[in-house]
């Protein structure tokens, strides 16, 4: 008579001869009456087998079986499932281990209907393990339910809130449930949801464990009951040292489909529109099939085939148009762009880097590649006709294109230039400037600081090729000699420089520009370099970026006309809300950039103290002071335009009351001060603003107004069609709401 099972440890193995006897004694030290032992093998052509049935005398219930072909990874475990007799399963790995009491703990801890127990796990790095391999898995256990939550019942809401966080975060590959070794779960809700996916070359196990949560959520364990060994010759290892196509491209695209479309993923959509501004995952998943389609004309012309036809099938599943392309297509390309930064080995940034700015209203089923503000493909047709040589020469705008490209001012126009801007509409306002005055020292101040801003970037680009060149990353200066690079930099410093001989400085203003200029040699050339810095890194950076270009343009109108207030008011309030903004910009981007910073080896501030500390530092350090700020600032300008004040505040608190009580959608504003609160806005409208506020005092000062909008038009016009567009959802669902009445 057959002893009734419980519960099945399963197996699968493949050339497992090396590890497998210690991963079969940890399961022989489980005290657990009716457990069953599965071990199924793959194909192996050394002594894996052998080892397995030599405990069969330690081991009561053990069972070996044998593939008839080879299955692969995820076939045998797919196949280990079917072959179980328990109710419940759990997975240990040939090179993995379980700690004593592990499945007694497990099994305690099941509730009744959910299908998934998570565990805490522990890893054992071999001495061929890299260390951004280390870092990363450390990462993966800061990243973990077990972490967030610690023990006891997650609903599916609250494992859909963090799919959505990481998917916003650009990481929706994420693992943060843990390895299999990590998990038990119900043998009959598995095989009904299908299975692991065998399409995932990577992440089969972990989207199964999620679409199961998806429907009853999940049961913690807050403590070690596995142990994941992690070596060079280990599946995942291969996977991550082989086709980055499979694991990177095809996985996190097939993912981001299924959130976006599959029926078990809709709380991830639910709680994806909940988030502040709402996450479109359908434009992440239509910008994730555009990149990969880039990305796939770099295999090799063996594979290209095949990849295409994989990407047709994921991208069948999607829509073919936006209903509302100025809501959609903008993340979509803008999705794409960053993916193709981070994975494409040669991308053409002068034509990627014009999409970020413009929002695209195309047929999502018409691009090969990334579709063009004009429509056109990104991506060559290598079958057309070659124009002629006249047209293949370089156009003046082509030039520009690609002489912007090289200076990243797409990284540096907006968020630089746009407040600087506002500080000179400030200084003019609170000194009461006459335009005869003003205007000389607002364009020397633009000019010195495109100038600048070129010069900084190209000794950083300069001083980092070697870095570039050793992880793949393009590089605007690796084509120049050193002479050239030096003579590049001395140009632009040079035209930094020209302005102040015709418009005069005073020595407080020489000193600040003085420290312009020999902040970015410390920050990016040896020796001192301080950007490999953790916390010097960034203080540098928000320094060159912020506060200097702030506390520069108070000095420069400080002696044509005199302060509204107590200068205090100003200079505190320039350092306080600069400070507190440029660190706060830079620490977002280092937070959604720590995953890919710890898997190449780079070090920052995330990556060293944490994304949870750095979003704590951001939300009661840096938004305060940015606040206290942005407080001063807004007493300097009611001292010369209070109406403007008393109009900002009545709009705020008339927005924030329609959000409040859902006149409005409450989703609207983006409120969350670790995912860029303020940042958007500060670039621009401030200026805007500003320089009408002069205009109404001196109609010349319409001229500064069209100097605003020449400058920033893109972002302005972007900006303006999102409005249009919210205005238009806000439409439709007042009509909605109508139609619920009258029904």
């Known amino acids: 008579m057959t002893r009734s099972v419980s519960a099945s440890v399963i197996v699968p193995t493949f050339n497992g001869a090396a590890y497998l006897g210690e991963c079969l004694d940890s399961i022989a030290a489980q005290d657990l009456p009716g457990l069953e032992v599965l071990v199924n093998d793959d194909g192996s052509t050394d002594a894996t087998v052998e080892i397995a049935r030599s405990y069969s005398e330690r081991i009561e219930n053990l069972r070996v079986e044998r593939n008839p072909q080879r299955l692969g990874a995820v076939g045998n475990v797919n196949r280990c499932v079917h072959l179980a007799r328990g109710r419940w399963v759990k997975p240990v790995f040939q090179d993995d281990s379980i700690e004593p009491g592990c499945l007694t703990t497990m099994l305690a801890a099941r509730r009744r209907g959910v299908p998934v127990v998570v565990g805490g796990r522990t890893y054992r790095f071999e001495s061929d393990v890299p260390e951004w391999q280390r870092q990363a898995c450390d990462a993966l256990v800061e990243q973990s339910l077990t972490t967030r939550f610690g023990s006891g019942f997650v609903g599916a809401e609250q494992v859909a809130d963090v799919a959505a966080e990481h998917a916003a975060a650009r990481l929706p590959q994420l693992n943060f449930v843990g390895e299999p070794v990590a998990v038990l779960f119900e043998r009959r809700a598995a095989l009904r949801a299908g299975g692991f996916d065998t399409r995932f070359a990577q992440l089969w196990d972990y989207e199964l464990f999620v679409r199961l949560a998806m429907r009853r959520g999940l049961v913690l364990v ?251 990353k393009s590089n605007s200066m690796a084509n120049l000699t050193m002479p050239a690079r030096v003579g590049a930099a001395v140009a632009f410093a040079a035209l930094g420089a020209l302005p102040w001989l015709f418009v005069h400085l005073d020595a407080a203003a020489m000193a600040v520009l003085v420290a312009i200029y020999l902040l970015p040699l410390a920050y990016s050339p040896r020796p001192l370099r301080l950007k490999e810095h953790p916390l010097l890194g960034p203080v540098c950076d928000a320094c060159n970026a912020f506060v200097l270009p702030a506390l520069f343009s108070v000095a420069l109108f400080s002696s044509v006309g005199a302060a509204g207030g107590p200068s205090w008011w100003m200079i505190g309030g320039a350092v306080a809300w600069a400070g507190g903004f440029g660190l706060r910009a830079i620490l977002i981007h280092q937070v959604s950039d720590a995953a890919n910073d710890r898997a190449t080896g780079i070090t920052t501030l995330a990556t060293t103290i944490g994304e949870v500390r750095v979003a704590r530092l951001m939300r009661r350090i840096l938004f305060p002071l940015e606040l206290l700020g942005l407080t001063l600032l807004t007493v300097t300008v009611a001292t010369w335009a209070p109406w403007l004040v008393a109009g900002a505040a009545a709009y705020l608190v008339a927005f924030h009351t329609a959000r409040l009580t859902r006149v409005i959608d409450r989703t609207v504003a983006t409120t969350a001060i670790d995912q860029g609160w303020l940042l958007a806005w500060t670039q621009i409208w401030p200026a805007l603003l500003l320089s009408a506020a002069l205009t109404l005092d001196d109609p010349r000062y319409g001229a500064l107004v069209g100097l605003v909008v020449l400058l920033f038009w893109p972002r302005l016009r972007a900006g303006l069609e999102r409005l249009v567009g919210t205005v238009a959802n806000e439409r439709l669902r007042w009509a909605a709401r109508r139609s619920a009445r009258a029904g």
């Open 222 to 472: 807050d403590e070690p009951v596995a142990s994941f060994r992690v070596h060079g010759g280990s599946e995942t290892a291969r996977n991550l040292s082989g086709s980055t196509f499979a694991t990177d491209v095809v996985d996190r695209l097939t993912l981001l489909v299924a959130y976006a479309t599959a029926r078990p993923y809709r709380p991830v959509r639910t709680a994806a529109a909940r988030r502040t501004p709402p996450l479109d995952l359908t434009a992440l998943a239509v910008g994730s099939s555009w990149a990969a389609r880039r990305v796939a004309t770099d295999l090799p012309v063996s594979d290209q085939d095949e990849a295409a036809s994989t990407l047709d099938a994921l991208a069948a599943a999607l829509p073919t148009t936006f209903p509302q392309p100025w809501v959609g297509a903008y993340p979509a390309t803008k999705y794409a762009v960053e993916l193709l930064h981070e994975l494409a080995d040669d991308v053409d940034t002068a034509v990627l880097d014009l999409y970020v700015e413009e929002p695209l209203a195309v047929d999502l089923a018409s691009p090969p590649g990334i579709v063009a503000p004009n429509g056109s493909s990104a991506t060559p047709d290598p079958a057309a006709e070659s124009p002629p040589e006249a047209a293949r020469s370089p156009s003046v705008v082509r030039s520009v294109t690609r002489a912007s490209t090289a200076l990243r001012t797409n990284q540096w126009w907006n968020h630089m230039l746009g407040p600087i801007t506002a500080f000179a509409c400030l200084q003019i306002g609170w000194r009461q400037i006459a335009p005869v005055d003003a205007f000389p020292r607002v364009l020397a101040l633009l000019w010195a600081a495109m100038a600048l801003a070129a010069y900084a970037y190209v000794i950083n680009d300069a001083a980092d090729v070697d870095a570039d060149l050793e992880v793949g």
